[in-house]
C-alpha cells in the first residue's frame, strides 16, 4: 500500500545545532502529524498540520520546535536549538481525513540522538 | 484528558497458544479504539478499530471488543504464529478527532 517516508532514518547531533526531520506523506493525504517516543515510553501526539496551518499541539511541542509543509513536498519538524532530552525517535504520519473517517499511514520513524 | 493503559510490557508465549493482550482507557468522551501493530524497523500499521460497543472486528485472525462498561479493548486471537512477533499499541481517540492516545505498547514474542 501507500506509504510514508522518513528521512533520515538516523541521526546525530550535537546539542544546540538545528535539525530538520523530514516526511514524505501519502501523495492525497491532507492531515499531518508527528508523534515522539522516547525510548522506553509510549508515543506521544507532537503536533498535527492541515491546509499550511497546525491545527493542534501537546506540551512536548515547545518554543524550539516547528512544523512546515513548504510547496506541498516534504512535511518537516525543525528543532532549533536541540537540547538532550530532544533525542526520540520521531514518527511522522498522515492520513485524507480525520478520525475516523480516515486512517493513518505512519512512517518508519527517524531516531534522533542529541550528545 | 484521555488515556490508555496496557499492563504488559512483554509477553512471551509459545506457538499455537492463545493470545491476548490488555489495553483500557479513559476517556471524556465516547472514544474511537485502534490496535497497531509495528514489526522490527517497520512502520506501526493498524490492525483492528472499533467505534461501536460490543462489536468484535476482526483482522488477521486477530478480534478486539470495544466494552464501555469496562471500558476496555482486549486484543485476542486463537492461535499465536511465529511471524505475530512485534510490538502492539493500544489507542485511542475522542475528545480530539484529530489525534491519537496511545498506550506504552506490549511486546510480543511467540516461540517455537
Known amino acids: 500500500g501507500p506509504k510514508v517516508l522518513q528521512i533520515p532514518s538516523h541521526q546525530i547531533i550535537d546539542m544546540g545545532q538545528m535539525v530538520t526531520l523530514n516526511c514524505d506523506p501519502v501523495?492525497?493525504?491532507?492531515?499531518f502529524y508527528w508523534y515522539k517516543q522516547i525510548l522506553g515510553q509510549q508515543m506521544e501526539f507532537l503536533v498535527n498540520?492541515?491546509?499550511?496551518?497546525?491545527?493542534?499541539k501537546s506540551k512536548l511541542f515547545k518554543d524550539q520546535f516547528s512544523v512546515e509543509r513548504p510547496d506541498g513536498s516534504y512535511f518537516t519538524l525543525k528543532i532549533q536549538p536541540t537540547a538532550l532530552e530532544d533525542s526520540a525517535v520521531y514518527f511522522c504520519?498522515?492520513?485524507?481525513?480525520?478520525?475516523?473517517?480516515?486512517?493513518?499511514?505512519f512512517g518508519s520513524g527517524t531516531r534522533l540522538l542529541v550528545i | 484528558g484521555d488515556s490508555v493503559t496496557q499492563t504488559e510490557g512483554l509477553v512471551t508465549l509459545t506457538e499455537g497458544l492463545p493470545v491476548m493482550l490488555n489495553c483500557t482507557y479513559q476517556s471524556t468522551y465516547s472514544p474511537f479504539l485502534f490496535w497497531y501493530v509495528q514489526h522490527l524497523n517497520e512502520a506501526p500499521k493498524l490492525l483492528l478499530k472499533s467505534f461501536t460497543d460490543n462489536k468484535r472486528p476482526e483482522h488477521q485472525g486477530f478480534h478486539a471488543t470495544l466494552h464501555k462498561s469496562s471500558s476496555s479493548f482486549h486484543l485476542q486471537k486463537s492461535s499465536a504464529q511465529l511471524s505475530d512477533s512485534a510490538l502492539y499499541y493500544c489507542a485511542s481517540a475522542s475528545s480530539s478527532f484529530s489525534k491519537l492516545v496511545f498506550g506504552q505498547g506490549t511486546s510480543l514474542s511467540v516461540v517455537p
Open positions: 501523495s492525497n493525504h491532507l492531515y
Open positions: 498540520f492541515y491546509n499550511g496551518k497546525v491545527m493542534e
Open positions: 504520519a498522515s492520513s485524507l481525513g480525520n478520525i475516523p473517517n480516515s486512517d493513518y499511514t
